[in-house]
């Protein structure tokens, strides 16, 4: 029989200090990360690898700021007892406002790309999505709005299926959205 995992943790009381919310998103194409490391208890991101394509002269996360309530992370537990089997299904929703060339070009290249992710929540920590399989855009929509206080631009959510839920950067790592050559 095969060793299963078990809870050796608890929570006494939840704190009640947790903000929900993304504040900035960074996306690079899975190809060019090289790879993880992390902590000995494989409970956090340590360092990121990087490498830069043939040919380019520089490589790097793209960063999308986000608004205030505009962007989200959901990391489903998909289980199948009689089956035996578990993956995580993380979901990453976010808009870029605007009609602009740039947005649509941004627009036109996710559908097509495989990315890896990482975010930045409202309370500083950063998380890394899609780390071994990466992500690919679920859905996407690229509108005008109807009403003047309407969303204007790209609306996207970018979806994985992973061994392992997402993780978050050890506190001491430094994350480096752009890393040039």
Do not use: H
Not at 8 to 16: D, K, P, Y
Not at 49 to 71: D, L
Not at 127 to 148: C, H, K, P, W
């Amino acid at each position: 029989m095969a060793t299963c995992l078990k809870i050796n943790q608890e929570i006494l009381s939840a704190c009640r200090n947790s903000r929900p919310g993304v504040s900035e998103i960074y996306l690079a194409n899975y190809s060019d990360v090289t790879g993880v490391t992390l902590n000995a208890g494989e409970t956090l991101v340590t360092e990121l690898g990087f490498t830069i394509a043939s040919g380019a002269t520089s490589g790097c996360f793209w960063t999308f700021a986000q608004n205030r309530e505009s962007a989200g992370l959901v990391d489903e537990a998909q289980i199948n007892i009689p089956n035996g089997t578990s993956i995580y299904k993380p979901q990453l929703s976010f808009k870029v406002s605007n009609m602009d060339e740039t947005t649509r070009t941004i627009f036109k290249e996710l559908a097509q790309a495989t990315v890896i992710a990482v975010f930045k929540d409202i309370d500083g920590t950063y998380y890394l999505i899609g780390r071994q399989n990466g992500l690919d855009m679920e859905t996407g929509s690229f509108s005008s709005g109807v009403a003047s206080g309407d969303f204007k631009g790209l609306e996207c959510t970018l979806s994985g299926l992973e061994p392992e839920p997402i993780i978050a950067f050890d506190a001491a790592a430094t994350f480096t959205p752009a890393i040039v050559a």
